[in-house]
Nanobody, 127 residues
Framework: QVQLVESGGGLVQAGGSLRLSCAAS????????MGWFRQAPGKEREFAAA????????AYADSVKGRFTISGDNAKTTVYLQLNNLKPEDTAVYYC????????????????????WGQGTQVTVSS
């Protein structure tokens, strides 16, 4: 049973930083493509960042490119999302997702491509 647990959210002022963590159990993140999505109140869930199973490829939404960084740890159990230069429009619940992939270089940007989801962590950015 794959379980994903996010943490690290909170309240931060505009321009500040946060580091979100996604702890994976029941799977080795080296065999799963991982992604971060977010959902603001009244809006649909949207893609933020993704990393390939091999960890060598990443993808970002244009709205976060240059500010957010996705990475994995050497133990292959945790995926991080570093959020820098945060803006009020980054306020959302952030979700971690995992997908079993055959190719080590595949990055997935569609929510429907993912098999497992965490419960989310709230990020609130004040102006």
């Amino acid at each position: 049973q794959v379980q994903l647990v996010e943490s690290g959210g909170g309240l931060v002022q505009a321009g500040g930083s946060l580091r979100l963590s996604c702890a994976a159990s029941g799977c080795d993140t080296s065999t799963y493509a991982m992604g971060w999505f977010r959902q603001a109140p009244g809006k649909e869930r949207e893609f933020a960042a993704a990393i390939s199973r091999g960890g060598d490829r990443t993808a970002y939404a244009d709205s976060v490119k240059g500010r957010f960084t996705i990475s994995g740890d050497n133990a292959k159990t945790t995926v991080y999302l570093q959020l820098n230069n945060l803006k009020p429009e980054d306020t959302a619940v952030y979700y971690c997702a995992a997908a079993r992939t055959w190719s080590s270089g595949t990055v997935l940007t569609r929510a429907g491509s993912y098999d497992y989801w965490g419960q989310g962590t709230q990020v609130t950015v004040s102006s």
